[in-house]
C-alpha cells in the first residue's frame, strides 16, 4: 500500500433503486449504454433530452433482473427521478430515493486496488461491480488511472476510511481530486456537460454511448452526430498562474469571447480548467484571456478525449 493512493469520503448525488417487472425494458429506452447485461453488471451512461443534450450521467448497476441502482457522483437524485418519471406510461417500475442513506468512497491512484484487496477482496474489473458486505464497489471516472466509487451505509464508508488511512492511504480535498480529474481530461456532469451540452462536445461518445443497442431517447441526434462527425464547441483543458476562475468565467482571444469555464481547480502555483470554447474562428495554439482587455495567459493544453 502506498500513500500515492488518494482516498475522497463523499456524499453521491443520486442513489436511486429502480424496479418493476418492466425496469430492464424501460432503463434500456432511456440510457446511453447498453443495459442487455447479466447481473453484477456497471455500465456508466447519460440520460439525455429528446435534442440529444445531458441531463445527466450515471453507472447503472444491475442487481438482478428488473432490479437495478442507478448511482450518479454529482446529478441530484430529484433531477434524475423526475427525468425518467416523466416517461413512465403504463410501465412497472418503480423509483425509490436512497441517496439520503448512502455515503460514497473514492479510491485512487497508483496502488489503488492493491490497497483495496487486503480490505473488501479483489477490486472489479471493468463492466462490474463487487460486493463486500453493505460496500458496492465499481470502477469510476476521477483519473484515467486505477480509480474506483465504493457506496454503502455511512457507517461502513467510515470504517473503511479508517481502515484505508492506517494502511497508508492519504485524503484528498475536493480540490485535489477536482485537479486530477480535469487534469486527466475527465468531464463531470453537470459541471462541464449540462443541459445545453452535447455528449460529443466533451468526447463522452465512447465511454457513455451504444451506437448499436437500438431507440433510446436522444438516440436520433447521437447517430447523426456519429455519421457527421462535427460539433461546433469542444471542451478543452487550459491552464493557468495563480487562483482557479470561477465557473462561468468568460474567455477571449484576441478580444473576441470564445468560451467560458466549466470547472477549475488550483495547485501551488497553478490551475487547470475545462473551458467549452467554439471551435471557429480558435487558434488552438494560441492563449486565451480571461477578459477583453487582459493579458492572453492561459495555455490550452488540449482537446478533451485527445
Not at 436511486?16 to 455500465?43: E, H, I, S
Not at 437495478?68 to 410501465?91: G, H, K
Request: proline share 6%; glycine share 12%; with cysteine.
Amino acid at each position: 500500500m502506498s500513500g500515492n493512493t488518494k482516498i475522497f469520503p463523499n456524499s453521491p448525488g443520486a442513489v436511486l433503486a429502480v424496479a418493476g417487472d418492466d425496469a430492464d425494458a424501460f432503463l434500456q429506452g432511456q440510457f446511453t449504454n447498453d443495459l442487455r447485461q447479466a447481473p453484477g453488471a456497471a455500465m456508466y451512461g447519460l440520460f439525455l433530452s429528446q435534442k440529444g443534450k445531458v441531463m445527466a450521467d450515471a453507472y447503472a448497476l444491475k442487481q438482478r433482473a428488473n432490479a437495478w441502482f442507478l448511482v450518479s457522483p454529482n446529478c441530484p437524485a430529484a433531477a434524475i427521478a423526475r427525468r425518467l418519471t416523466d416517461y413512465i406510461v403504463a410501465d412497472d417500475v418503480s423509483i425509490e430515493d436512497e441517496t439520503g442513506a448512502t455515503a460514497g468512497l473514492a479510491v485512487f491512484g497508483p496502488g489503488a486496488s492493491d490497497s483495496l484487496a487486503p480490505l473488501i477482496g479483489a477490486a472489479p474489473g471493468a463492466g462490474v461491480f463487487g460486493r463486500s458486505g453493505d460496500l458496492l464497489v465499481f470502477r469510476g471516472r476521477r483519473s484515467t488511472g486505477e480509480n474506483f466509487e465504493i457506496i454503502g451505509p455511512a457507517a461502513a464508508c467510515h470504517a473503511l476510511t479508517e481502515r484505508l488511512c492506517a494502511a497508508g492511504c492519504v485524503e484528498a480535498t475536493p480540490a485535489e481530486v477536482a485537479f486530477e480529474r480535469i487534469s486527466a481530461q475527465v468531464p463531470s456532469v453537470p459541471q462541464d456537460l449540462g443541459e445545453g451540452d452535447l455528449p460529443n462536445e466533451g468526447s463522452l461518445q465512447d465511454a457513455a454511448i451504444s451506437y448499436t443497442k437500438g431507440c433510446y431517447l436522444g438516440q436520433e441526434v447521437m447517430s447523426r452526430l456519429k455519421n457527421l462527425g462535427q460539433v461546433r464547441r469542444r471542451l478543452f483543458v487550459v491552464t493557468g498562474t495563480g487562483d482557479a476562475p470561477p465557473s462561468g468565467t468568460p474567455l477571449f482571444q484576441r478580444r473576441r469571447k470564445v468560451g467560458e469555464i466549466r470547472s477549475a481547480a488550483a495547485a501551488p502555483g497553478k490551475f487547470v480548467a475545462m473551458a467549452m470554447l467554439s471551435l471557429v474562428p480558435l487558434d488552438e495554439r494560441g492563449g486565451l484571456a480571461a477578459g477583453p482587455d487582459a493579458d492572453e495567459d492561459l495555455t490550452i493544453i488540449s482537446r478533451v478525449g485527445t
